[in-house]
T-cell receptor, first 110, second 111 residues
């Protein structure tokens, strides 16, 4: 089945560490997105990519980085510069009718 | 400032009744509006899209209305079932195909 695979499902990060969240899609979609979800808030856009080798900052890009070397893959790195990284991270790709989301990665700082 | 407000954080209804969820927005001019369902610990799942020139859209037990004058969308689930219990998100399609999401309403349908 076509879809978006995010891994890992749960991730624990120590203070000062960089961690990378994986997002892979087999839907042949050009556009991919990373969102952050916190309790009581709407999804907030971190980065997006409309095409391979190109990406744009979203509303809350500080402390995050991405790459888009392949159409299928859009990994997100949470750097030590992100001061409050504990959240639920969602990757999505865009179809004509709407977004397809992955199952998310819950990141916790320990 | 720009805001998207979904009526309440939580809505409890009895099985068989119609659930009505509200999405109000301020200082946006969306070209379209979408509704998503999200179960705990999962990603949102797309349900319906309605464009600015459409007043109403239906899909099985779901109905969405879109009033660009009131800046409001209503999402109805008729003959609700416990399996409909989830969080429902509205999302506005704004400039450059950007999407803006509301915080969601958690619906609980009691047997």
């Amino acid at each position: 089945d076509g879809g978006i695979t995010q891994s890992p499902k749960y991730l624990f990060r120590k203070e000062g560490q960089n961690v990378t969240l994986s997002c892979e899609q087999n839907l042949n979609h050009d556009a991919m997105y990373w969102y952050r979800q916190d309790p009581g808030q709407g999804l907030r856009l971190i980065y997006y990519s409309q095409i391979v080798n190109d990406f744009q900052k979203g509303d809350i890009a500080e402390g995050y980085s991405v790459s888009r070397e392949k159409k299928e893959s859009f990994p997100l790195t949470v750097t030590s510069a992100q001061k409050n990284p504990t959240a639920f991270y969602l990757c999505a790709s865009k179809a004509n009718y709407g977004y397809t989301f992955g199952s998310g990665t819950r990141l916790t700082v320990v | 400032s720009q805001k998207i407000e979904q009526n309440s954080e939580a809505l409890n209804i009895q099985e068989g009744k119609t659930a009505t969820l509200t999405c109000n927005y301020t200082n946006y001019s969306p070209a379209y509006l979408q509704w998503y369902r999200q179960d705990p610990g999962r990603g949102p799942v797309f349900l319906l899209l309605i464009r600015e020139n459409e007043k109403e859209k239906r899909k099985e037990r779901l109905k969405v209305t879109f009033d660009t004058t009131l800046k409001q969308s209503l999402f109805h689930i008729t003959a609700s079932q416990p399996a409909d219990s989830a969080t429902y998100l509205c999302a506005l399609g704004v400039r450059n195909n950007d999407m803006r999401f509301g915080a969601g309403t958690r619906l609980t349908v009691k047997p």
